[in-house]
């Protein structure tokens, strides 16, 4: 797109620079209705006096230290969401990348029917889905009894109700926004220049860090960021998977917006959940240096 | 290589340059107006200019928009069940959603129209008494008319009178009763014979739930540390939820439930858990080891309340439910299936003529041993609400 612009003559590309503010405009009307005004909304009730309550209501009293509050009571769960969010993020990758790499270079004419099976799961509601991996994974079910008598697990351990059960309930559930974009890059990349680099006498291993890796890394990089940002938030897997034990950020929002009726401190949470994501997804695109990206 | 790449890069920056500047420019001048930030308050609740009252248009417009919890109601599609009935006798249409799943989260969805003195579409809602009596309090919930509801104010059970958030019946009529006590599945364990062996038996460990309902578990965990959950103290209260952090941290509990706990006690995933009494005696139809017992700690009762919310606009019709409901024979028909506690006098004895063995049930109708066995959680101010559920929600999510 970029050459033809450069291509095109002055006037032509100022006009068409005006009917892209013009086509912008919808867009951001959206964002600014839906994205923004809930934004301050947000922002004003993570500063509520935090002795509200239903009957008094609740000022903006401008109470800072609501944050310190919720990152005080909270730490750990945050900490846990980021960590299951990264752990199944690194799970969807490993697995994604294979199928992707499998689709995209050695399925033949399977390719499209291939792409359709990753989507498929959808078809289907994503509860639906997770409640069945309790049936899976129940402490009396077949793959839990296998594992047991292979020794693998000894006969008083459980796989659902574990920090096992939610991070796998993760990875099973995101790896589709793993795979899509991974398979859009890899599919583009030339085979010739992979058959180039063993002309050159690169390993194939060598050849795969050399040319496949950083040529698929867009696709690395956002399907990574589709999958760590919902993961992180998601309480549903936590929740129907995990015990007591596994709370994650997402399920303590909800309780502090509702049961706890502390709109403050759900609100303070969110915009550290918010604060910290962008701030770790702008360090890592950095580091990756795919800028084009955002 | 480098060379033509240059002018592109050149000028995807200056575009992103441009909008970067563009969304700083916004982003700043909507700060400015963000000083405006207490406008996103919330105000005090203030009684709505009209009282809240709606034109009734019962009369001319034969509807009727219900929201109420799962499982507590016959078959609607059964021409003989009372649903059905009611619908055929009075010629009114009844809308009947099932879409209250947690007081607290119903609750949340309402709020903000009710606070507001806007209509929720709803002529009668169905809640657990804590909530009702909040409601209540906020002005959020419609006087009934007492001459509308004669079957209300005559057999209503005396356990369910005089309570003390709407002790002349004002406000509230309750739909169904039921007992908070412990399930568990006798094929799997021996009898759980107290709430304290629940917490701490060895063979429960990592196999039992509570329920997510701050008063029912709490209720337990105060009589537990010697307490009384009808007249408690903030120091009691410290001591109950301290034993609660004690017995979250061991891994003792699998999880807190809302209404699915059944599934996985019959599935035995769990052996034993808190569970409400109603719902054992429905799952037994299917799985005879699924036994409900009285705890040593006593049991909690509690009842579900239809109330008609501000701005409804068939109260007469909401109204005429609740005394059909409140007829003994229709009662009975009722509590046959739901298997709650029957809120109606008289229904015992229209049960006999259905099915005996359900009429000589202490879980349905309960005698007064059972009842004298039996709590009601302390009504709270505004002030302990916020600060107990706060506490409460602050350990379960920890």
């Known amino acids: 797109m970029a050459e033809s612009r450069v291509a095109a003559p002055a006037d032509s590309g100022r006009r068409r620079g005006l009917t892209a503010y013009v086509l912008m405009a919808p867009a951001v009307i959206v964002l600014g209705l839906f994205f923004v005004i809930p934004f301050y909304s947000l922002v004003a009730a993570s500063l509520y006096d935090p002795g509200g309550s239903d009957k008094a209501g609740w000022d903006v009293t401008y109470h800072f230290a609501n944050y310190w509050e919720a990152i005080k009571l909270y730490k750990g769960q945050l900490l846990r969401s980021l960590l299951y969010g990264g752990a199944a993020t690194l799970i969807c990758l490993v697995l994604g990348y294979v199928l992707a790499y499998a689709i995209a270079f050695k399925s033949g004419r399977w390719k499209s029917l291939l792409l359709v099976l990753v989507i498929v799961p959808f078809f289907t509601s994503f509860l639906v889905r997770t409640l069945s991996w309790q049936l899976i994974l129940a402490d009396d079910g077949w793959v839990v009894d296998a594992l047991q008598f292979v020794h693998i697990l000894g006969q008083d351990d459980k796989l659902l109700a574990t920090d096992f059960a939610v991070i796998m309930g993760l990875a099973y559930n995101f790896l589709p926004f793993m795979v899509l974009p991974l398979f859009a890059s890899i599919d583009k990349i030339d085979p010739r220049l992979i058959e180039a680099s063993s002309d050159l006498y690169s390993n194939p291993i060598t050849g795969f860090f050399k040319v496949t890796w950083p040529l698929s890394l867009p696709g690395v990089v956002s399907g990574t960021l589709l999958t760590f940002i919902p993961a992180t938030g998601d309480y549903i897997n936590a929740e129907l998977l995990g015990n007591t034990e596994t709370t994650v950020i997402g399920k303590v929002i909800q309780l502090q917006a509702t049961n706890a009726n502390h709109p403050h401190i759900a609100a303070a949470l969110s915009m550290i959940l918010m604060f910290l994501i962008v701030a770790m997804v702008l360090v890592y695109v950095r580091r990756v240096g795919t800028e084009e990206l955002l | ?398």
């Open chain 2, 1 to 398: 290589m480098t060379l033509p790449d240059q002018p592109a890069r050149r000028s995807t920056l200056s575009r992103r340059g441009v909008l970067k500047g563009g969304g700083a420019v916004a982003f700043g001048g909507l700060s400015l107006a963000a000083l405006k930030l207490p406008m996103f308050g919330i105000d005090p609740v203030q009684a709505c200019s009209d009282g809240g009252t709606a034109k009734d248009l019962s009369a001319s417009d034969r509807k009727l928009i219900i929201s109420n919890w799962t499982g507590y109601i016959d078959p609607r599609k059964n021409p003989n069940s009372t649903f059905a009935k009611f619908q055929d006798e009075t010629g009114i249409e009844v809308t009947y959603n099932v879409d209250v799943n947690d007081n607290a989260e119903f609750y949340a969805k309402i709020r903000d129209q009710a606070r507001a003195c806007e209509p929720i579409d709803r002529d009668m809602i169905v809640l657990t008494d804590w909530m009702a009596a909040k409601m209540i309090g906020l002005g959020w919930i419609q006087p009934l008319d007492p001459k509308k509801i004669k079957n209300v104010r005559k057999n209503l059970i005396p356990s369910l009178q005089d309570r003390p958030w709407d002790p002349d019946l004002t406000y509230h009529a309750p739909w169904q009763s039921g007992l908070t006590g412990i399930a568990y599945n006798a094929d799997l364990v021996d009898e759980v014979g107290s709430f304290e062996d629940l917490i701490t038996r060895d063979d429960l460990k990592g196999k039992i739930t509570l329920l997510s309902e701050m008063n029912d578990t709490m209720g337990f965990f105060l009589k537990v540390v010697g307490a009384d959950p009808a007249d408690f103290t903030d120091s009691e209260w410290e001591d109950a939820l301290d034993r609660l952090k004690q017995v979250k941290s061991d891994g003792h509990l699998r999880q807190f439930s809302g209404n699915n706990y059944l599934q996985q006690l019959s599935q035995g995933v769990l052996v034993a858990c808190e569970a409400w009494s109603g719902d054992v005696i429905q799952a037994q139809y299917d799985n005879p080891n699924l036994k409900f017992i009285a705890p040593e700690e006593g049991l909690a009762l509690w009842s579900d309340n239809m109330m008609v919310p501000n701005y409804a606009t068939h109260q007469g019709n909401a109204e005429a439910w609740m005394d059909y409901y409140y007829r003994p024979e229709v009662a009975a028909k009722l509590a046959a299936w739901v298997n709650y506690i029957c809120p109606v006098q008289g229904a015992q004895e229209a049960m006999t003529k259905i099915d005996p063995s359900l009429a000589e049930n202490p879980l349905i109708f309960p005698d007064a041993e059972m009842l004298a066995n039996t709590w009601a959680f302390m009504s709270l101010t505004d002030e302990q609400q916020q600060k107990y559920e706060g506490e409460w929600a602050d350990v379960i999510a920890s």
